[in-house]
C-alpha cells in the first residue's frame, strides 16, 4: 500500500503531503512543522526514542491496535483485557449502588424505611439521595485514576505527548531552519 | 402535568379556588434586580470578549480547555433550571421516587466515563451527528442525528424558559410571560454573539455563580433554622425524621408516586440520556487530550454532586418551611388548599428553592441571589443547547448535506439563523408549558437515551456495527421515545381526546420521561440484528472505531480519522 510506503520513510518528504493536508485542514500553517515533527516521533515516541524504547517493549510487543478488532465482548489487545476487566468490576458495584437500594426497598420495604442513620434519614433516603451519587463519584475517580495507571504500564504519556507537540514545534521550527 | 407517576396523591385535596396563586413574594426588587442585570452584563462582557469567528472556536473552543475548567463547563452546561429549581421540586412533591431524578442525573457521568468520554475525544469531530455520520458513513443518518439534536435542544430548552419566567416574576415582578420572553431574547443574543469559546469561558463563571448562590442559600437556611452547621448535606436526618413522623409519611414510601417499574425506567431514562445527549458529548470535544476528558469527567461529577446532594437537603428544608413558614406567608398549606407540602401546586414547586430562603425570612438580596443563581444555570444550559442546535443546523445540515463548500461565514450565519428561530420557537411553547421543568428535561433525555445512547455506544464498542443498522436503530428510538411524549402531550393542547393521555395503558408502560428502559434494549437488539444481515462496514471504518480505542497519544487537533486514514502510525513498521 502506497500509505505504507508513506509511514516507511518515516516522517521525511512523502509523508509531508498527507501531513500538509492534515494541517491545512487545521486551518493554520506553523502547524505544518509540528505535524510533520510530531508525525516522525509519533508523538509519543521521543521518551521510546531517548530510552531506546524500553518504555514500548515493556508493555510486551509493539501492537497495532488498527489492526485489532474492537468488539465489547471480545477483548483483542491486553490493553483493552486491562481496561474491560476494570470497566466491568467497577460497572458492577455501580449497578449495586444505583439500582439497589430501590430494589431493596421493594423485597425489604419495612427495613429500609424503618432503619435510620445519621440522626433520622430512613436509610432508602439515604442511600438514594447521598450514597448512591458519592458512590458513582467515587468510582468515577477510581476509574481514571486506574486508566492513569494503565498508561503508564503500557508506556502511554499524555503529557509528554501534548508536550510533545509543543516542544515539537519549536524543535521542528529550528531543525527546519538550520538546513536551509 | 402529564405524567401519572408524577400527580401525587395530595392533589386530590386541592379544592376551592381561593385568593391563593403562589406563595413567592411577587414585585419589583431592586437589589436582586440588579445583581441579575450585573450577571448578565458579565456574561454578555466575557462573550464579547472571547467572541469568535472561525468555526473551531465557534463549536469546539479550538480543543484548548484543561480539566477543571471543563469540568466546571460540564456542571455548568449540565445543571439547568432543571437541576437547580425543578430536581428539588420533584423530591418535595413526589418524595422518593423524586430521587431517581437525583440518582439519574448524577451516576450517567460514570456510565459516560468508562464507556464513551475518552473515545469521543479521540474521535475529535465537531458535533453528535458527525460521529453519527461518519462512523456509520451515512448521510442519512447524518441526517436523523441532526434532527434529533435539533429536537433534544428545543425540548430541553422549553424547560429552562419555564424557570427563567419564574425567577423574572420573583425579581423583576413581571409576568410569568413578560419574563419568559426578557430572560430569552438575552440568551439568544449572548449565545448568537459569543460562540462555544465565549460560551466556555463564561460556563466557569456561570458555575461558580450558580453553586456559590445555591450553598449558600443551603447554608444560611440551615444556620438560621438551627438545622444544620458545617455540612448541611449530612445534617438533615432529624428534620427528614420529623416529615416522617408528623408532616407526611408518604414522602420516604418507596413506591407512593410510583411504581418499582416506573422508579427504574426513569432513572435508567436519565442515565442513558446523560450518554446520548449531544450538547454534553460536545464537551469532551473541546479538551485537549483523553486523559483530560477522563479528569474531567471526574471533576464534573464532583461539581454536579455539589449540587445535588444538595436538592434533597432543600426538598426537606422547604418541605418543614412550606408546612410552617417563618416569614408571614400565605402557602398552599397554610391556606387550607393542600393537605401537605406534597401537594403544593406547580408553580410553588418548581421555585421551591428560591421558596425556601425566602419562607425562612431571610434578606431580599440573599433571596435575590438564589433566584439569580437559578437564571444562571438556566442561561448556561440553554447556551449550551443552542450551541449544539446551531452546529446540528449550520455543520451538519446546511454544510455537509446541502452545500459541500460553504464558507465559514456562511456557516456561522446559518448557525445564529437556526439559534434565533429556535429560540423564539422555544419562548413561545415556554409561555404555556405543558409540564414541570423537571418533566420537561426528563422528556429531552428520554429522546436521547432511545436515539443516540445505541448508536453511540455499538457505535464505539462493536466495530461490526453498519450503516443499516444505526439508521433502523435510531428510527426505532425516535418512535418510541416521540411516541411516548405524543401520547402523553397531545390531550393536553386539545379538547378531542379526553384525559391525560391518548392511551394510559401506553402511558404507564412508557412514560414519556421514561421511554428508554423499553427503547434502549430495543434500539440495540435492532441495530445488532440488521447490522448481523447487511453487509460489514468497510476497513477504513473499522480502522476508524479502533483508533478511538487506541491507547497511543494523539496530537491535539488530529481526529480519529486523520490518523487511521494514514494507513497507520510510523510505529508500525
Redesign the interface.
Known amino acids: 500500500?502506497?500509505?505504507?510506503e508513506?509511514?516507511?520513510a518515516?516522517?521525511s518528504t512523502p509523508?509531508d503531503a498527507?501531513d500538509d493536508e492534515?494541517a491545512d485542514?487545521?486551518?493554520s500553517t506553523p502547524?505544518d512543522a509540528?505535524?510533520d515533527a510530531?508525525?516522525?516521533?509519533?508523538?509519543?515516541?521521543p521518551a521510546a526514542e531517548a530510552d531506546g524504547g524500553t518504555a514500548?517493549v515493556a508493555a510486551g510487543e509493539?501492537i497495532?491496535?488498527?489492526?485489532?478488532?474492537?468488539?465489547?465482548f471480545r477483548p483483542s489487545t491486553p490493553?483493552?483485557r486491562d481496561n474491560l476487566k476494570m470497566?466491568f468490576t467497577?460497572?458492577g458495584v455501580?449497578v449495586v449502588?444505583?439500582?439497589g437500594p430501590?430494589?431493596a426497598?421493594?423485597f425489604a420495604?419495612e427495613f429500609?424505611?424503618e432503619t435510620?442513620?445519621?440522626?433520622?434519614?430512613?436509610l432508602?433516603?439515604?442511600l438514594?439521595?447521598?450514597v448512591?451519587?458519592?458512590?458513582?463519584?467515587v468510582?468515577?475517580?477510581i476509574?481514571?485514576w486506574y486508566?492513569?495507571r494503565?498508561?503508564r504500564k503500557?508506556g502511554?504519556?499524555?503529557?509528554s505527548?501534548?508536550d510533545a507537540?509543543e516542544t515539537g514545534a519549536e524543535g521542528a521550527t529550528a531543525d527546519g531552519g538550520e538546513p536551509s | 402535568m402529564i405524567d401519572p407517576a408524577s400527580i401525587p396523591a395530595a392533589v386530590g385535596t386541592v379544592v376551592a379556588q381561593v385568593e391563593y396563586t403562589n406563595a413567592l413574594d411577587p414585585g419589583f426588587k431592586l437589589v436582586p434586580a440588579l445583581t441579575v442585570v450585573a450577571m448578565l452584563a458579565l456574561f454578555l462582557g466575557v462573550g464579547w470578549f472571547f467572541r469568535v469567528a472561525a468555526v473551531d472556536d465557534l463549536w469546539v473552543a479550538g480543543r484548548s480547555i484543561g480539566p477543571i475548567e471543563n469540568g466546571m463547563a460540564i456542571g455548568a452546561n449540565w445543571m439547568s433550571a432543571a437541576s437547580y429549581l425543578g430536581v428539588a421540586a420533584l423530591v418535595a412533591t413526589l418524595g422518593y421516587f423524586g430521587l431517581a431524578y437525583v440518582v439519574g442525573w448524577t451516576t450517567g457521568y460514570f456510565i459516560l466515563l468508562i464507556f464513551m468520554a475518552a473515545q469521543f475525544r479521540r474521535f475529535g469531530k465537531y458535533t453528535a451527528p458527525d460521529f453519527v455520520g461518519d462512523r456509520f458513513y451515512s448521510d442519512t443518518a447524518r441526517g436523523i442525528a441532526a434532527f434529533t439534536t435539533l429536537a433534544i435542544a428545543f425540548v430541553y430548552a422549553i424547560g429552562q424558559g419555564s424557570g427563567m419566567g419564574l425567577m423574572a416574576e420573583y425579581i423583576l415582578g413581571v409576568s410569568f410571560e413578560v419574563g419568559v420572553i426578557v430572560f430569552m431574547s438575552v440568551t439568544i443574543g449572548y449565545v448568537a454573539l459569543s460562540g462555544m469559546l465565549g460560551a466556555t469561558k463564561n460556563m466557569a463563571i456561570q458555575y461558580t455563580i450558580l453553586i456559590v448562590a445555591f450553598l449558600l442559600g443551603m447554608y444560611a437556611v440551615g444556620w438560621s433554622q438551627g438545622w444544620s452547621t458545617v455540612m448541611p448535606y449530612l445534617e438533615f436526618g432529624p428534620e427528614t425524621a420529623l416529615i416522617v413522623e408528623e408532616l407526611d409519611r408518604q414522602f420516604i414510601e418507596p413506591f407512593a408516586s410510583g411504581s418499582y417499574y416506573a422508579w427504574v425506567a426513569l432513572a435508567f431514562s436519565l442515565i442513558f440520556g446523560t450518554c446520548g445527549l449531544p450538547h454534553v458529548l460536545v464537551r469532551f470535544y473541546t479538551v485537549d487530550n483523553e486523559r483530560t476528558a477522563r479528569w474531567s469527567t471526574v471533576w464534573g461529577l464532583f461539581f454536579i454532586c455539589l449540587l445535588y446532594l444538595g436538592t434533597a437537603t432543600y426538598a426537606v428544608f422547604g418541605s418543614i418551611l412550606y408546612e410552617d413558614p417563618v416569614q408571614d406567608t400565605e402557602t398552599a398549606v397554610t391556606a387550607g388548599e393542600a393537605t401537605s407540602f406534597m401537594g403544593m401546586p406547580g408553580a410553588d414547586a418548581d421555585a421551591l428553592v428560591v421558596l425556601t430562603v425566602q419562607l425562612a425570612d431571610l434578606p431580599e438580596w440573599l433571596v435575590g441571589l438564589v433566584a439569580a443563581g437559578g437564571v444562571a444555570a438556566a442561561l448556561a444550559t440553554t447556551a449550551g443547547l443552542f450551541i449544539s442546535a446551531s452546529s446540528a443546523a449550520a455543520h451538519d445540515i446546511y454544510t455537509n448535506l446541502y452545500k459541500e463548500d460553504a464558507t465559514q461565514r456562511e456557516q456561522v450565519i446559518v448557525g445564529r439563523v437556526t439559534i434565533v428561530a429556535i429560540g423564539l420557537l422555544v419562548m413561545v411553547i415556554a409561555i404555556d408549558p405543558p409540564a414541570l421543568i423537571g418533566e420537561l428535561v426528563g422528556m429531552a433525555f428520554a429522546i436521547a437515551a432511545c436515539v443516540f445512547f445505541p448508536v453511540f455506544f455499538l457505535g464505539l464498542w462493536w466495530e461490526n456495527a453498519t450503516q443499516e443498522g444505526a439508521i433502523a436503530g435510531m428510527l426505532t428510538g425516535i418512535v418510541i421515545s416521540f411516541g411516548a411524549i405524543l401520547n402523553a402531550t397531545i390531550p393536553g393542547y386539545t379538547d378531542a381526546i379526553p384525559g391525560d393521555a391518548i392511551s394510559p395503558t401506553v402511558a404507564t408502560v412508557l412514560p414519556p420521561t421514561s421511554s428508554a428502559l423499553i427503547g434502549v434494549p430495543l434500539a440495540f437488539v435492532v441495530i445488532v440484528a440488521v447490522s448481523l444481515v447487511t453487509s460489514d462496514p468497510p476497513e477504513d471504518i473499522k480502522r476508524l472505531v479502533r483508533q478511538c480505542h487506541s491507547p497511543k497519544p494523539m496530537k491535539r487537533s488530529e481526529s480519529a480519522e486523520d490518523v487511521a486514514a494514514d494507513g497507520g502510525t510510523p510505529a508500525d513498521d
Open positions: 500500500m502506497t500509505d505504507d508513506a509511514a516507511d518515516g516522517g509523508a498527507t492534515a485542514a487545521d486551518g502547524t509540528t505535524d510530531a508525525a516522525g516521533t509519533d508523538g509519543s515516541t514500548a509493539e497495532d491496535y488498527l489492526e485489532r478488532e474492537v468488539n465489547l490493553f483493552m470497566i467497577l460497572f455501580w449502588f444505583v439500582f430501590v430494589t426497598s421493594l420495604e429500609m424505611t435510620t442513620v445519621l440522626g433520622g434519614f430512613p432508602n433516603f439515604f438514594t439521595a447521598i448512591a451519587p458519592l458512590a458513582a463519584l468510582l468515577a475517580a476509574y481514571a486508566r492513569d494503565l498508561d503500557y502511554i504519556t499524555h503529557g505527548g501534548e507537540g
